[in-house]
Nanobody, 124 residues
């Protein structure tokens, strides 16, 4: 059983940056593909970014490509989401998730473990 705890959310202005962290415990972190998802009020949870087990491959949603960067430190059992040039439409609860696979998958239904989420609010 893997436990995931996100941190780093907050209230920022449009154009600002935030870095989210997700600390994992209770399992072998390096065997999991890690993803970030987000859910805005009244909307379905959507894919944001995913990173391979080694960190060598990443994939992004078009809406964040060029602004967000996913990375991981397997020695620290942590995955990060650096968010730059934030927009009001980025406002959501952000979740990290672990997927026991080798594929970079974007469907939330396929992920095995989830954190509790961290709120990101971007004001205009």
């Amino acid at each position: 059983q893997v436990q995931l705890v996100e941190s780093g959310g907050g209230l920022v202005q449009a154009g600002d940056s935030l870095r989210l962290s997700c600390a994992a415990s209770g399992g072998t972190f390096s065997i999991y593909v890690m993803g970030w998802f987000r859910q805005a009020p009244g909307k379905e949870r959507e894919f944001v970014a995913v990173i391979s087990r080694s960190g060598g491959n990443t994939y992004y949603a078009d809406s964040v490509k060029g602004r967000f960067t996913i990375s991981r430190d397997n020695a620290k059992n942590t995955v990060y989401l650096q968010m730059n040039s934030l927009k009001p439409e980025d406002t959501a609860v952000y979740y990290c998730a672990a997927d026991h696979t080798v594929e970079l998958r974007t469907s939330s239904y396929l992920y095995d473990y989830w954190g509790q989420g961290t709120q990101v609010t971007v004001s205009s």
